[in-house]
């Protein structure tokens, strides 16, 4: 567990590590999300890998104009939108204005109904890591972590991380999972299932 570690550092020590907890401890929104840009740009961008983002924090079209801002290339990027569906059928009036609407198919963006329902997530990373055993050349970002258990108690969590991390190291995936809370007693339930965990503290 590293308090103080630099984004660049941590992200060169991924290579090494394949199951990854990302611990920003109660970071601003903003500032989270920025950092998590950088990753994914040093990833992508710098190492040429392709990224599957879970996304149950942001809905996929803030995503999109963040990592659009990074200079983030978008075509190796494919979002798994967890929250957006769900949110407009609670309340239609917040997208009304959005630049990317809901209704619209995007190329790189696959909506699911709930983060309520980690069946249908379950099955569609079934589906998508069965490409898995053709490419070593691809991360997944859980984003995140404290924001599913928002919707699914407990018990159902951990058996979902268990089955989602031994897919990964199945095939030998990197996974890089998100949390933002400071202290959380879930971290001591999954982290026997991690290869390292990273804090880090907002400067």
């Not at 040429?48 to 990592?67: A, G, Q, T």
């Not at 404290?146 to 095939?171: C, G, N």
Request: hydrophobic letters at 45%.
């Amino acid at each position: 567990m590293d308090e103080r570690a630099d984004i660049k550092k941590i992200v060169e020590k991924f290579v090494n590590s394949k199951i990854i907890l990302l611990n920003f401890k109660d970071w601003s929104g903003l500032n989270l999300d920025q950092q998590i840009a950088k990753i994914i740009k040093h990833l992508v961008n710098d190492k040429k890998m392709k990224c599957i983002y879970i996304s149950i924090r942001n809905p996929s079209n803030y995503l999109i104009e963040i990592f659009k801002s990074f200079g983030i290339n978008l075509s190796n990027i494919l979002f798994i939108d967890v929250i957006s569906q769900y949110v407009y059928v609670s309340s239609p009036e917040i997208l009304v204005s959005s630049k990317v609407k809901i209704e619209e198919k995007l190329e790189n963006v696959i909506m699911l109904n709930s983060p309520f329902n980690l069946t249908e997530l379950g099955i569609l990373f079934l589906e998508i890591s069965s490409s898995f055993k053709e490419t070593r050349n691809v991360f997944i970002v859980f984003d995140s972590l404290d924001s599913i258990l928002l919707y699914v108690d407990r018990e159902k969590f951990l058996k979902f991380f268990h089955f989602f991390v031994s897919k990964l190291k199945m095939f030998k995936t990197l996974g890089i999972f998100i949390f933002s809370k400071e202290k959380e007693s879930i971290i001591e339930d999954i982290k026997y299932l991690v290869d390292e965990i990273f804090v880090l503290i907002e400067k």
